[in-house]
Each structure stands twice: as structure tokens, then as C-alpha cells.
């Protein structure tokens, strides 16, 4: 039996109406091997935003309820247009929505989760030769309200049918596929031909935005292989996909990803007993600490380094000074968040003393460090951040 | 028990976020008298019109199934806003589409006719003290696909709500009633307080555009109360209900309508077995003949007169020249086909020879002449359609 590809368009892909004809064509080409495919479309181009902001001029807070109505008409859009251009090729084609397809979520509108979804009608279009159009991004509650699924919501949505189906997934958006860092920082940097969730996930809570968290999650629950790649382009992608479907051999590095939105703040000689309620306070303000050092305690007392954004940062000299005096605080906002990821530093020993040395060799000062088990993060002062990709992907040969 | 109000806003009462906010406005104010509303609202200003374009750019014929999809969303979009305002104003409120209602139609896409609604959520949401917002113009056929209703739709959904809910059903529009003739051609036409359904439907057919007669229709069979005005306005438009519910006496009149699009051919001494053949073959040939009369036979040979659009002069006089030699066809370009409407002529004899009577010390030339059991309709010449409109309008006093 043909396996079943779930492919996803995001808005920028199907943005006018030309665009929406090339990926009709390019579907028409793929059926031919591929001979049933489900597409999972986005609004197109500005829609949503254009409907927040409708939503906006009537009032600062819409009701979320009707939001969640007003935002799924983007996709219904798209999805007819596309279905419209196969057909008038010559390619069967219906699309489907949320209703149809009972497409089941819980949780808040605007944040929902996808329960289940009824792929009986795909399944028998599929049969008919058909290319199924899906409505991504939305859902119905209990009540058979529309919901929407929030950011990222189609990428979930075409991986949910994918589990469902049993197919596979492919993500087309307007980055070519997943680097080891992101080119615009890096112009050497390589494409992966594949990575594994964990590592992507890694990458992902450290803003490699290609793909929501969720649906990555998702897919390695139950085993989805996604491909994210270019839409109308033969240029090749990169596979995510689990570590048993990988070469045996991991590599140690497979992602590096640096953050220059953080400062560090250090405090000398504070209490041992007032770190704690000092950590408490800062984030009862609702501040998110990162990375934390604390040296060993001397008379009673101990140097904290932490990391929070720099957005935070006079929020948060203000709770630190009721701990300790003004000139015992110092803030460094010169600084860089360095992170390697890699399911191989499991198996491998030794990946952080070889980071420090290139380090050490490169005259690059660590001010802080924090570890996973698949990632290595060093806070670094930011004008060694070039040196430091250079050095490590040289070493690394990534 | 307080009585339902259905309402419809047609696309141009709704065509920005601005005038949305109005009607949420004036809605608050008709609830503290009124406290059962429903209100039916069509697609956003030229919606619809761009969601045509978009899809005439990808293709000339769109998939009919997709297309109604398609145009759905703009009745979607504009029930969300409207919703939302409405709660942005601390007045509850809730949007309900063709799903959530199961609104059920039978016929071909684009052109639906209403089977069923059911209107149990709609009756639990007045219940809770919500204004309903339905979205207008479609409904469902039996494989749960998304339909629309052609034209004049949303006035439509809004009698079938009305129906459904045993309730009066008010559309508001960018005309503030109808009037005894249009008042863009005779500038002292009166408004009408009040018009009965077969009156009102006489004038749709003869070209009034504001409502259409499905919907008026629907009214009639099931007797629900009409009233048509400008939304926004406290101007006072004009009811359209059954003839029970108006005053005793009818007016003899109620309006009156002229038509410029037709001309005349006039056919001298055509055999008179060759009459009928000759209206088959342009009926054959798709045009549609309207007034026709024909004098007593001589010599086996009669006169026939009739007219017919403009726009297929050319294809009908190639058809009569089958018939007659070409100077035995008189072709008469200026006319006006002129129609007096009102239920009382069923009751008032001499209404005929009054308007003849009329028209003679006006000096007009009546040149063919139809009439229905509430219609006379005569062709007059069009120089002369000034005068006759305001010699009837004088005489009768209308």
C-alpha cells in the first residue's frame, strides 16, 4: 500500500495566488510516485495578522472565542483556493475543515490541543484519488466551537494527521532545512541531512524557530518522520527523525545556537541563607533566571552569577540590591549565550573539556557554564562569538 | 413570551470595523426594548467580489464545491467581528455558523435552496440573554459540505430564521424602504409605510432591488412579518406583510414601475398558422418575449406585436425574417414598458379604463398592453414616460 505524505504549506507558501499555482503543479508532479498526499495549509501570507488587527480596531482584548472563528477563516481560504487551482489542472482534490473532519481538541481558544481527528472521509478521498486539502491551525471543542491551535499550530496539525494516517511529514516553509547554527550568524555553516527530536527540540528551546516544540514533540512520541525543506524547490532538506532511524554512529555536535538577548549579573559576598528568597523574589516578579553558578561558601558567605534578559535587568538590580550593597553587584551585558547540542555527548566523554580547551586556546573566558545531557551551554563574553563558532566547528568538523 | 427579532445587515452595513461597531451600538439599544435578537449578517462590503477575483485568477471556471467554501469565510469574518464588538461593549453575545446549526440545504452549489435549520442552540443562547449572530448566505448539503444561496442568500437565511423561530424579521440595507416608484426617476415618489407580499414580489419581478423574491416569497408562505429600512438610521422604512394585516381598504395602487431595456417588433400580415412556429423558434433560440398582442385574423393573415431585450434585436429579427418579407417588420426601439402594481385593482373595477383614460388627455400612445390580476402593463413611448409618471402618480394620489 503507497504510504500516505502529509505535506504543510505555511502562510509565506501560499501567499498569492501564483504561489498557490506552483504548489498545485508541484503536487500534481509528486502524485505521481507519491500517489496520496494530504496537504495541511496555513493562511495565507499576512491573513491572521490582518485579522488581528481587525479584531484590534474594535477592541484591545477580542473575545477569544469569537477570535478563534474569526482567525480559522484564513485557512479555509487558502485551502479552497488550493483545491480550486488542482482541479482546475485537471488533479482531483477536495478540502476538508474542521467540522468535517471532526478534528477534536481541548484546552483554552487560542491554545488548543488536538485530541483526535476523524481521517475516515480522508481515507476514502485518498481512495478516490483525490488530494486531500486540510484546514490547519483549528479544531472544535466539546461545545463544537472552533478553536485554533495558536502558534505553530499547522505544523501540529499536519503531524497529528500524519500519527493518524500513518504517513509521514513534510514541512515546507521559506528556510531550506535545519543548519548546524543559523547561516545569517555563521555564512559556513552546514545543512544537516538529518537530526535527531531531541536535538531539534534542544535547538528549538534555544530559538531555532523553524519548528514549533509541539509538533517535534509530537512526531517523536509516535514516531513521525518530518522532512523541512523548501516549498516548490528540489533543493534538499533535512530529515528529523528518531536516533534507531539515524546512522549508528552519532555525531557529537550536531547544532550550535548563541543568544545575545541575556545579561549577567554577579554578587559578591551575599549571605549564604538569603540566596534562596533572593532567587524566590526574582521570580515571584515573573523573571526568568537562566544559568546559575554559586561558588563554595566562605564565612557564611558565597559569589551567585545568574543570567536573565536584558529587558529584566533593572527589575531585577532592584531585588538584588534589598540582599546585598550596590558596589557588591556587578552586571555584565556584554555577554553571549554559546549552546552545542548533540545526542552523541551522551555516549561520548570528554565533549566539554574538549569545548573548554578550544576555548582556552582561543583566549576565550567562559564566565558561565550549564549542561543537559545533550547540550553544553557557556555564557562568553560577546565579542569572542565569532571566534568561537569558527574555532568549534572547525574542531568539530561541522 | 417576548417576540424574536431576526435582523440582516447587508455587506455594505457592515463593510468596516467603523460601521460594525454602529450596529453593536444600536443592537444594545433595541435589546432593552426588544431583548430577543437575532441578527444575520452578510459578507464584509466587496468580500465576496475579491473572493470571486481570487478565484477567477486561478482559474475561469472555479470548482463550484471549493468556491462556496471559499465564500463562506466573509459571512464567517463578519458574524466574529461583530461578536466581538458586541462583548468589547459588555453585551453577551455569541456567533453561529451553518455547522453549529446545521443549517441544511438541498439543490446545486451556489445556488441552495434552505431544507431545515435547527434553531435549538440559537433558542438556549436568547434564553442566556445573548444577541445570536448567524452567518447568512449558506448552509449544508447531505455530505456535510459547505453551500451557498445564490443571491439575495442572506435575506434568505434571515426569512428562514424568522421562520424557524416564529418571529418578524427586519433587513436592513443602504435604501431606507421602498417607495412607490424609484425615486431616482421621479424625484416626488412616497415612500410606502407598508406593502403586501404579492404587490411586493409584482415589483421585484419588474426589476425592484431590494429584496429578492425567494426571500419575499418564503415570507409569504409562512406569514412572517417584513420590514425593510436603512441600518443605522431611525428613519422609518416599510413593512411588507400579508393583506390580513393591513388596513381594510386596499389602495388601488401601491407602485409603479417603468423598463426602458425592451423594444418592440411589430410583424404586418404574417399567416396566421405561421404565428405559433414563429414564438417557438425564439423561444428555441433563449429569448424571452414578454408582452405580445395580436389583432383579429383577415384573410388568413393577422398583425402581430411583441417585445422583446434590446440586446437580442439583431438575433430575433434574423428568426422573423423567416416569416415575412423584411418590409412587413416593424421594429419600435423607443419604448418603455410601463406597470402599475396594487391589490385593489383585484376588487376595483375600471381600473384599466382609468389609466387609458389618463394616458389619452396626456396625449400618450398606449401600443401594447398585458395585464395581470394586481398588474397592468402597458408600452408607451419612452419620451412620453415622464408625463404618465406623474399623471398616474396625480390621479391616483400616490
Known amino acids: 500500500m503507497d504510504k500516505i505524505i502529509v505535506q504543510k504549506y505555511g502562510g509565506s507558501s501560499v501567499s498569492s495566488t501564483e504561489k498557490i499555482k506552483l504548489i498545485a503543479n508541484k503536487l500534481i508532479q509528486r502524485k505521481k510516485t507519491s500517489p496520496k498526499i494530504v496537504v495541511v495549509v496555513s493562511a495565507m501570507g499576512d491573513t491572521t495578522d490582518d485579522f488581528i488587527s481587525m479584531a484590534k480596531d474594535i477592541t484591545k482584548s477580542p473575545d477569544k472565542r469569537e477570535l478563534d472563528v ?9 485551502a479552497s483556493l488550493l483545491a480550486i487551482s488542482l482541479k482546475s489542472l485537471g488533479c482531483e482534490s477536495i478540502s476538508y475543515n474542521a467540522y468535517q473532519l471532526n478534528i477534536q481538541t481541548s484546552g483554552i481558544h487560542g491554545k488548543s490541543l488536538i485530541d483526535d481527528i476523524d481521517v475516515s472521509k480522508i481515507n476514502e478521498s485518498l481512495d478516490d ?3 486531500v486539502i486540510v484546514t490547519g491551525f483549528q479544531g472544535l471543542n466539546d461545545e463544537g466551537d472552533i478553536t485554533t491551535l495558536g502558534r505553530g499550530g499547522s505544523d501540529t496539525s499536519a503531524v497529528a494527521l500524519a500519527v493518524k494516517l500513518k504517513g509521514s511529514c513534510e514541512i ?21 541531512k538529518e537530526i535527531e527530536y531531541e536535538e531539534m527540540l534542544e535547538l528549538a528551546s534555544l530559538g531555532a524557530q523553524v519548528m514549533h516544540s509541539r509538533s517535534i514533540e509530537l512526531a517523536q512520541k509516535y514516531d513521525v518522520e518530518l522532512y523541512v525543506g523548501l516549498s516548490c524547490s528540489d533543493i534538499q532538506g533535512t530529515y528529523i527523525k528518531g536516533s534507531k532511524d539515524m546512522k549508528l554512529e552519532d555525531k557529537v555536535i550536531t547544532g550550535l ?3 545575545d538577548d541575556d545579561a549577567a549579573i554577579t554578587i559578591v ?12 523574589n526574582i521570580a515571584v516578579d515573573g523573571v526568568s533566571v537562566d544559568m546559575i553558578s554559586q561558588t563554595a561558601p566562605f564565612n557564611n558567605k558565597v559569589n551567585v552569577s545568574f543570567t536573565i534578559p536584558k529587558e529584566d535587568l533593572q527589575q531585577c538590580r532592584g531585588i538584588v540590591k534589598n540582599y546585598v550593597r550596590e558596589e557588591n553587584i556587578v552586571v555584565d551585558e556584554e555577554i553571549t549565550k554559546f549552546s552545542l547540542v548533540g545526542l552523541g555527548m551522551k555516549n561520548t566523554s570528554g565533549v566539554a573539556s574538549k569545548v573548554f ?24 563574553n560577546s565579542s569572542c562569538k565569532e571566534v568561537a563558532i569558527k574555532a568549534i566547528a572547525k574542531e568539530f568538523n561541522v
Chains 1, 2 share one sequence.
Open 70 to 78: 474569526l482567525m480559522s477563516t484564513g485557512e479555509m481560504i487558502s
Open 269 to 280: 559576598d551575599i549571605e549564604t541563607k538569603s540566596v534562596s528568597p533572593l532567587f524566590e
Open 357 to 380: 580547551k578550544i576555548f582556552s586556546e582561543n583566549n576565550i573566558n567562559i564566565k558561565l557554564i550549564t549542561t543537559s545531557e545533550i547540550r553544553i551551554t557557556c555564557a562568553i
Open 257 to 259: 545556537a548563541t543568544c
Open 129 to 131: 484519488g483525490e488530494i
Open 172 to 192: 515546507y516553509t521559506d528556510v531550506d532545512g535545519i543548519y548546524f547554527t543559523d547561516p545569517r550568524k555563521y555564512g559556513e555553516a552546514k545543512k544537516l
